[in-house]
């Protein structure tokens, strides 16, 4: 049996998922992303697409505070 990936999470939008979040249990954290993942694509929760409500990439790198769709985990 292989060991377990070691990930990082970091902050991200509420609305940002990607389908490793539904199916590992260390990446199932509301607001938080494993940014290290390069072959999954994300996507919003808000527009169920590759693009948030404003017509932007939903990404680690692009869902940050300061973009106007944004919302914070509490």
């Not at 505070?65 to 919302?71: A, E, F, I, L, Q």
């Amino acid at each position: 049996m292989s060991e377990a990936r070691t990930i990082k999470l970091t902050a991200s939008c509420l609305h940002l998922r990607n389908k490793a979040m539904y199916s590992d249990g260390q990446q199932d954290v509301r607001g938080m992303v494993d940014e290290s993942i390069d072959t999954i694509p994300f996507f919003c929760t808000q527009t169920c697409d590759c693009l948030g409500p404003d017509n932007e990439p939903a990404s680690p790198q692009d869902c940050k505070p300061g973009r106007k769709c944004y919302t914070k985990a509490e």
